[in-house]
């Protein structure tokens, strides 16, 4: 029995939560502080800054520690309503960015943010944002580099390129990036954001890389003014180790694809009906976002969880609010299926005995709900 909602958060090793046990009772001293406690303190951040930004092919000061990849898209987008123009011009972000970027876009350049639309599989069509691009002269462009619900891989490095040439800013949210794929790549980004719990890191920390100086919070002048507030260190060393475990060359060991479409092949079989978001299209190797062919998706899943498997909706953030996120409507959903989505999403330490006990966990919710109905004559979706 194990858990497959990864893509909201990862469980931390063991290895992780001791280094950060270890340093809120050993090293709680302040790094910005003159005595050789806080020094010390410093030394290491710096160093792991130093490591971090040689693996990703950036210069340290481009990586700046903050709390995650919802700061630090908040703080692209108010430092370019700033900095990139006197009065916000446009810009273009993709239909199904994740809400830390969509909303931030509206709140920051209100009535000047284009959608680049997405086919079916919820993928950017490269031909219309050529022509958005022509239009409206953007002054930055944001797209994920793949999506939190589907996994779906967006042509982030075809926009980099794009974006380089014309000399337009573009900021990628890697989020869902790290930790599963490979590093390659997003040092082309102008830049890009991460958060560790997404690869078994703690909450609350990440960074932002950025090829020029940016600020959103102003206080201390940490981080080089680019981030005010003590440093979290026991965070970033927690980050940090697993950084090392699940960032660096990863992609042959950890691959999870086969696994995952024998899973996905068991259910189109056994739950007639049952369609896969985003099928046809390179995905996230971990990835599964499933529209079931009956049942409101909350039965499937408190079904599935006394199953012994946690699976989701979809993004914990549109859970929490309790109100479709941007996906369902951008690929075509209607109401009725995009009540019936459920996402699966492994992490590393997931096995092929997981995967299979994980569709035989959905063969026997679907039994179980079927019964359930035949019982009480209620109609669900
Ligand atoms: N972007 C994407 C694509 C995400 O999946 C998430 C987390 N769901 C975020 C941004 C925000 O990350 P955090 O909650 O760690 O700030």
């Not at 609350?204 to 002048?221: E, Q, T, W, Y």
Request: negative net charge.
């Amino acid at each position: 029995m194990a858990y497959f909602d990864n893509n909201s958060t990862t469980r931390p090793s063991l290895e992780v939560t001791e280094v950060i046990a270890h340093a809120l009772g050993e090293s709680w001293a302040n790094p910005s502080s003159p005595h050789r406690l806080g020094s010390r303190i410093r030394a290491q951040i710096e160093k792991i800054r130093e490591e971090m930004a040689s693996s990703l092919g950036v210069s340290p000061e481009c990586l700046i520690f903050n709390s995650g990849s919802t700061e630090s898209n908040n703080t692209i987008l108010s430092w370019a309503a700033r900095n990139l123009s006197s009065n916000p011009s446009n810009i273009l972000i993709s239909q199904v960015e994740h809400p830390s970027v969509l909303e931030a876009s509206m709140y920051y350049f209100p009535s000047k943010v284009h959608l680049i639309p997405v086919d079916r599989n919820g993928v950017i069509e490269l031909s219309a944002f050529q022509k958005l691009l022509d239009q409206f002269q953007p002054v930055l462009v944001s797209l994920l580099a793949a999506h939190n619900e589907t996994g779906v891989i967006q042509p982030w490095q075809e926009v980099a390129r794009i974006c380089k040439q014309r000399g337009v800013w573009f900021h990628c949210d890697a989020t869902q990036w790290l930790g599963k794929m490979n590093l390659d790549g997003l040092n082309h980004c102008s830049s890009f954001s991460f958060s560790a719990h997404k690869f078994g890191g703690p909450k609350g920390v990440g960074a932002l890389v950025s090829a020029s100086p940016v600020h959103l919070i102003k206080g201390g002048g940490q981080e080089k003014e680019s981030r005010g507030g003590t440093e979290n260190f026991p965070g970033i060393q927690g980050m940090h180790i697993a950084w090392e475990r699940n960032c660096l060359s990863l992609q042959s060991t950890h691959d999870h694809s086969e696994w995952k479409t024998n899973f996905e092949k068991t259910l189109l079989n056994e739950l007639p009906g049952t369609m896969i978001l985003g099928e046809g299209v390179p995905r996230l190797w971990n990835t599964s976002l499933l529209c079931l062919p009956d049942f409101d998706n909350l039965s499937w899943i408190s079904r599935i969880d006394r199953l012994g498997h946690q699976i989701s909706t979809g993004s914990a953030c549109s859970t929490a609010r309790a109100q479709p996120s941007s996906l369902a409507g951008a690929i075509g959903l209607d109401q009725s299926q995009s009540q019936r989505l459920v996402r699966v999403s492994s992490y590393i330490e997931n096995t092929e005995q997981d995967w299979l006990d994980l569709a035989d966990s959905f063969i026997a919710a679907y039994q179980q709900l079927l019964d359930e109905r035949g019982v009480t004559g209620v109609i669900t979706l």
